[in-house]
């Protein structure tokens, strides 16, 4: 009866679920090539390969002191300017309306000035735009960039956090949705492990015929390798 019992539930489980084979790659939820949008000398590089880095982190800098100069002399400029403008707006109905006009403008002018210059300024701090580590470095102090040619001069990528990129048979197009269960084994790990898929890609492989999927996860070193199945309950 025992057996006949286990029988039926092996039946049952094969009714109630199907497994669809998937391989997949593991990369890094994060992942972004870094550029200077400006040119210049380098003068600082404040990271190497391994570096942790937290959001708008200072990660290197171009020599910007002819940038800081027109800077300070455009909040000078502005200053005054915006002095000036206040005096005439108390006495707006006793002067000319040009006149008014004219101080305006000036001070308009004055504050778009330290708008750009500050803008220019900016351009020459390369920051982290997320948390992660460097994983790789182009850049020493004294080389030079060019705002017109971009060139990588660090890769980063998330610390901790990664994803599964899933591939499996475009026949299945229909049946593999978010929120499926991936049941998954590592290259070389005999344990199994398991998964939510967050994401699936609304386009299939041209050349292998393959649909990928997502499945978030964390603390797996990025490049490894594996399989699994994903499990579809029958509706």
Known sequence: MKKIFLILVMLVSLVEAKEIYATFNVVAQHDAQLTFIAGGIVNDVRVDVGSRVHKGDILATLDNT?????????????KFAKRSFERQKKIQKLIDEAKFDKVTSAYEKAKNSVDYEQALYEKTFLKAPFDGVIYEKNIEVGDGVSGMMLTTVFKIQSQHHRKLIISFDQKYYKLVHKGEIFRYSLDGDPRLYKGVITKVYPHANATNRKLEAEVLVDDVLVGLFGDGYIIIANE
Request: net charge positive; proline share 0%; aromatic share 8%.
């Open 66 to 78: 002819d940038i800081k100069a027109m800077l300070q002399s455009a909040k000078i400029t502005y």
